[in-house]
């Protein structure tokens, strides 16, 4: 079975601190994703990756950046988190063709910044 | 228009019915078209996938394609309480590189 492991299931944060989010698979899948999930607004798309040091914004990639150094592990940061971050943060991973891979997605990172 | 629509509900179905999920998008070139479903408080997960015109059936799921009215949908027949969770429609986008989700149907199946 896949396993995407998410580094932290809770985080509490004050606001204007740097905040890493850790995903790592171990599927050897090369796409990784970050989304981040908020009531009324569904799965929102922050960044994504399709190789070790590759990198694509997604629909929301304000205010976040990503690294991929390692094929197994994704990191979200936030430079400065603000309030308006706060939100449930999901990694999920995948093979090459996403038309034909479904994505694998780890448990989530409830994030509260205040 | 948004790349991936879904009504939010909630639907409620009565245990025994059959529950029909509707989702749109606005890509004509879509392929391929996944729904997840998400119980309260975890992640998604894949459920159905489908890639053809058609009817795609997996035990009490079904899927359903329509590409020239650009819709999907799922069906539960005999519905479980069990099968009250959150319902995801997801599209790949930007030439297949990424996946788009819908906002998600929450159904209630009741007693």
């Known amino acids: 079975d896949v396993k995407v492991t998410q580094s932290s299931r809770y985080l509490v944060k004050r606001t204007g601190e740097k905040v890493f989010l850790e995903c790592v698979q171990d599927?050897?899948?090369?796409?990784m994703f970050w989304y981040r999930q908020d009531p009324g607004l569904g799965l929102r798309l922050i960044y994504f990756s399709y190789d070790v040091k590759m990198k694509e914004k997604g629909d929301i990639p304000e205010g976040y950046s990503v690294s991929r150094e390692k094929k197994e592990r994704f990191s979200l940061i936030l430079e400065s988190a603000s309030t308006n971050q706060t939100s449930m943060y999901l990694c999920?991973?995948?093979?090459?063709?996403?038309?034909?891979?479904?994505?694998?997605f780890g448990n989530g990172t409830r994030l509260t910044v205040t | 228009q948004k790349e991936v629509e879904q009504n939010s509900g909630p639907l409620s179905v009565p245990e025994g019915a059959i529950a029909s999920l509707n989702c749109t998008y606005s890509?004509?070139?879509?392929?391929?078209f996944f729904w997840y479903r998400q119980y309260s408080g975890k992640s998604p997960e894949l459920i159905m996938s489908i890639y053809s015109n058609g009817d795609k059936e997996d035990g009490r799921f079904t899927a359903q394609l329509n590409k020239a009215s650009q819709y999907v949908s799922l069906l539960i027949r005999d519905s479980q309480p069990s099968d009250s969770a959150t319902y995801l429609c997801a599209v790949p986008t930007g030439t297949a590189s990424k996946l788009t989700f819908g906002t998600g149907t929450r159904l209630q199946v009741t007693l």
């Open positions: 890509d004509r070139g879509s392929q391929s």
């Open positions: 599927m050897d899948h090369e796409n």
């Open positions: 999920a991973s995948s093979l090459r063709d996403l038309s034909n891979s479904p994505l694998h």
